[in-house]
C-alpha cells in the first residue's frame, strides 16, 4: 500500500509541475513536400544547449512533444540522415499549445538557420545516435553515468538497461564485444570521457534475410570512441580488507587502437563474489542480495555456502580490415567453497508421521578453463560465414560428510553417518559453424552445423554406517568406491533455403539432420560391513543411447497488410532411437515418423501461435539394473524408450514507447508424455524405495503480465514504476506406496517498484514482492497426500547518492517475511551500504557494511508429494570493508 502511495504521490507531482508547461506539435516534409518518416525532432535549452527531450516523426512526418517548460528561450532542432540540419528559437506561454503544420526539410523558409555542427539526437538509418557532446557528467564519470542522461534509455540501480520499454542485451565498443557476458563490465568501468557517440539499434546480425518481427530482435548499444585518440589505455584496480577476515581485490586494464582492443581482467574475493564488480549493492533495492546469488557473470554464479574465488582472463579483439573480425575471449578460474547444511522433514505414511533430521557439510576445491573465440569472414556483399568454437575444461576434488536419523513420535527407526571423498574432470567443446550466399536479390542459401561434445569422469569414495532399529541386526557399515564415464555429443546440421520472389509471400525450405548420443559406464567396488571389497557388477548402471534424427520442412511468410503477417508451415521428422542397456543384455530400437505443423499470426502488437514439437525419451534419471547396496535405500530398474510431443499455444500483445511498456502473455504446454517418480516406505524401518517411470500428459498453463512507466517532472526529477505480475500451474506424477497420484503446482508472483531521481545525483528506489504457492493432489481424503500453500512478502528500498563533494553513498535494505522451520516464521531485516569519497587524482576510499544487522540468512521451505521440508545453509553474515579503488587513462593523441 505504502508503494502505491508513493507512486500517486508522484503522479501527482507530475500533474503539478504540467500545469507550467507547454507542448508542440508539427509535420516534417522533406524537399519533394512528401511526410519524413524518423526525422529527429530535439529540443534544447538555449541557456547551455543541454538536450531536454526528443522525438522521432511518424510514417505521416507528424511528431509531438509535450511537458515542455515555459517562459525560457529553447531550440527546436530537427535533423535526418537526407537533410541539412536546422534549428528555431521558441518561447512557449504557460499552457500553450503550439502547432507548427509543416516543415520543410531544405531552405531557410520559416527562420531556420543550417548549421554543420552533428544534432544532439539523430536516426542514422536504422540506428539511433547520441552526441554526447550536448550530455554532460562530470569529472570520472563512468558510461553509465553517461547513459543516463540520455533521454529514451532508462538504466535501474542493479545496472540494466531498457530502451523503449525492451532490455538491452548487450553493450559493444567501437562495433566491438567487450566482455559479452556482463553488459555492466563495460557500463560501470569505461570513462565516459573517452565516449563520441552512442548508438542503439536492433542487432539484426550479417544476414540478408528480411526480419518478419524486428521487435523481437535484441537491442545493442554500441559506444564509438572519440577518433582524436590514437591509442588509450585505461582501467582500474581495486582492493579491500575488512573484519572476519574477508577481502576483495582485482584489476580491469584495457588498450584500444582502431582495429586491435586488448583487455585483461582479474579478481579475487571471499564475499561470494564470482563476477567483476567492486560495487556492493549491485542488486536492485537489496531485495536480491543475500550474497549467495552472484551475478551470471564473466566469472560465472555462486549458489551456496561460503566461497573464495579467483579468476584471470583476456578479451581480445582485432579486425582485419573490412571483412575479418577475431574475438577470443579467455578466463581461468580457481574456487574453494564450503556449505553446512541442516534439515528438517516430516512425511506421512500410511497414517504414521515420520520425521527426518539432517546435517550436510562439504568443502570442494575447483580450476577451470574457459576459451570462448568468434570468427567472421565476409567473402563479399553476398556471403559470410561465422564460426564460433567454445572449450571448458574443469577439474576438481572435494570431501563431504553426513548425519541422518529417521523417527516417529513413538520410536527411533534408522540413523546413518557418512564421509565422501570425490574427484571431478570434465571437458565440453561445442562450435557452431554458419555460412551463407545471397544469389541475387531474391535467393539465399545457408548451412548451419553445430556440434556438441563432452566428456565427464568422476570418482566418489564413501564411507558409511548404518543403524536400522528394527532389524535383526541393527549395525551395518559400507565402503563404495564408484568411478563414472560418460561421453555424449550432439551434432546439427541444416541447409536452407529462402526465397522471397513474391513480394508479401516469402518462405524458407529446410532440410536437417541432428544426432545425439549418450553413453554412461560405471566402475563399482564395495566392502559391506568388512567382509572385503569385491567388484559389484551387479550395481553398474551402463548403456548407451543413440538418436538419428532427419527433418524436411517448409515456412511460409505471408504479410497481406501492412500491419498483419501470418509465418505458418510444417515438418516431417523420422526420428530413430537405439537403446543398448549392457547389463541386461537388452538391445532396443524405435522408429517412428511425425508431422510437425506450426502457425504464428501478428497483428499490430497481437500474436497467436501455435506449434507442435518432438523430444527425444529421457535418459537423465534411466536405471538399467536395481541398486539396492545402499541399507537404506534401493533405487528399482526405470527406463524409457518413446518419444514426447509437445503442443504450445501462446497469446501475447506487447505495446513499446519511448516511456512506457505494457504487455500481457498467456501460454498453454501440453506434453502427451511425462517423468513420473514412484516412492515406497517401509514404516518400520524407515528405509525407501524408488523409481522412475514414464507418466501420463500434463499440461501446464502460465500468464504474464508487465507494465513499466517513467516520465520527468521539470528538468530535474525522473519517475519510474514497474509492475509484473505472474500465474502458472505445474503438473507431475508421484505416486507413495503404491497410491497413485498426479500433483499441480499453483502459483502467483506480484513484483512493484518505484523509484524517483534527482538530477541523476540522488535515487530513491521502494520495491515490493509477494509470491504464493498452493501443491494439490489429485489424490482425495488420503492422510498420506497433505495439499499446502506458503507465501513470502518482501519489502525493501535502496538509495543512491552519486558525488556530492566527493561522497557517495550506496545503501539498501529489505524486510523479508519467510520461514525459519518447518511451522515457523521470521521477519529478516538486511541492511547494505557503501560510502565512498573521491580524491583529488581520481581514485576513491571505500568503506563497505554488509548485513549490518547480521541477519542474514539462506534457507528453503517447501513440500513434495506428502512431505514438507526446510533447509538452512551458512551464508555470510555481517562483515565490514574498508578499500581503495585507482582509475587510470593514459591516451596518446593524434598529430
Known sequence: MKLYLLAIFSLCINFAFSQNTGSLKGTVLDSYHKPLEKATVSILVKQDSSLLLYALTNEKGEFSLVKLPTNKDLILYISHINSDNFHQIIRLAPDEKRQIDSILMEGKQLDEVVIAIAPPVRMNKDTLEYNTDYFKTRPNANAEELLKQLPGLQINMDGTIYYEGKEVSQVKVNGKDFFASDLRI?????????????????????????????????????????KDFLKASFGKLYGSVGTRDRYEAGGLVNSFRDTLQLSFIGFGNNINRESFDYNELSQHAGLGRAENYGFNDFGGRNYGGKANDMAAGFNLNNDWGQKTKLNVMYMLKYKKDENSN???????????????ENIYNTHNKSVAHNIKTLFRHRMDTTAYLEFTPNLNISNGDGKSNSWMKTYTIDKPLNNNTSTNLSNKFSLDYSHSFYIEKQWNKNHIISLRNNISINKNKSEETNNQISNIYQNPIPNSSLWENKVENEKSSTINLNVGYNNRSIEKLNFDFYVAYNSSKNTPFETIYFNRDSTGAVHGEQYENNYSYDSQEYISGIKFFWKPIKNLAINFGTAYA????????????????????????????????????????????????????????????????????????????????????????????????????????????????????????????????????????????????????????????????????????????????????????????????PKYEYSWNKAMNSVQNNPNFIESSYETHKIGAGLNINPIKGFSLETSYSLENRASGLSERQNYHILNSSLYYTLKNNSQIKLTGFDILNQ???????????????HDSITLRQYFLLGYIYKFKITTLKK
Do not use: C
Request: proline share 2%.
Open 186 to 226: 563495460a557500463t560501470r568501468n569505461l570513462d565516459a570521457s573517452l565516449i563520441k557517440t552512442v548508438q542503439v539499434y536492433r542487432d539484426k546480425g550479417e544476414s540478408k534475410k528480411i526480419v518478419e518481427d524486428e521487435e523481437k530482435l535484441p537491442i545493442t548499444i554500441n559506444l564509438k570512441f572519440k
Open 856 to 870: 542474514n540468512t539462506q534457507n528453503y521451505w517447501g513440500t513434495y508429494g506428502n512431505t514438507t521440508y526446510y
Open 342 to 356: 541442516t534439515g528438517n522433514q516430516s512425511a506421512l505414511y500410511d497414517s504414521i508421521e515420520q520425521f527426518n
Open 574 to 765: 523420422l526420428k530413430d532411437n537405439q537403446f543398448d542397456l549392457y547389463k541386461i543384455d537388452e538391445h532396443k530400437t524405435t522408429s517412428n515418423g511425425y508431422w510437425l505443423p506450426n502457425i504464428n499470426i501478428r497483428f499490430q502488437e497481437f500474436e497467436l501461435s501455435w506449434s507442435k514439437d518432438l523430444a527425444s525419451p529421457t535418459t537423465s534419471r534411466m536405471q538399467t539394473v536395481t541398486d539396492d547396496l545402499n541399507p537404506l535405500m534401493t533405487r528399482l530398474s526405470s527406463f524409457f524408450y518413446q518419444n514426447v510431443q509437445n503442443q504450445r499455444a501462446r497469446f501475447s500483445f506487447n505495446k513499446y514507447a519511448q516511456n512506457y511498456q505494457i504487455g500481457f502473455y498467456a501460454d498453454l504446454n501440453y506434453k502427451d508424455k511425462s517423468e513420473g517418480s514412484k516412492s515406497w516406505r517401509d514404516v518400520t524401518t524407515g528405509r525407501y524405495t524408488i523409481q522412475s517411470f514414464q507418466a501420463g500428459s500434463t499440461t501446464n498453463h502460465s500468464i504474464y503480465f508487465y507494465g513499466r512507466y517513467n516520465f520527468k517532472s521539470g528538468k530535474d526529477w525522473t519517475f519510474y514504476i514497474s509492475q509484473n505480475s505472474s500465474l502458472y500451474t505445474y503438473e507431475r506424477y508421484a505416486s507413495i506406496n503404491d497410491v497413485d497420484n498426479k500433483l499441480s503446482n499453483l502459483g502467483i508472483n506480484l513484483k512493484q517498484e518505484f523509484s524517483v531521481t534527482w538530477k541523476n545525483l540522488i535515487g530513491f528506489s
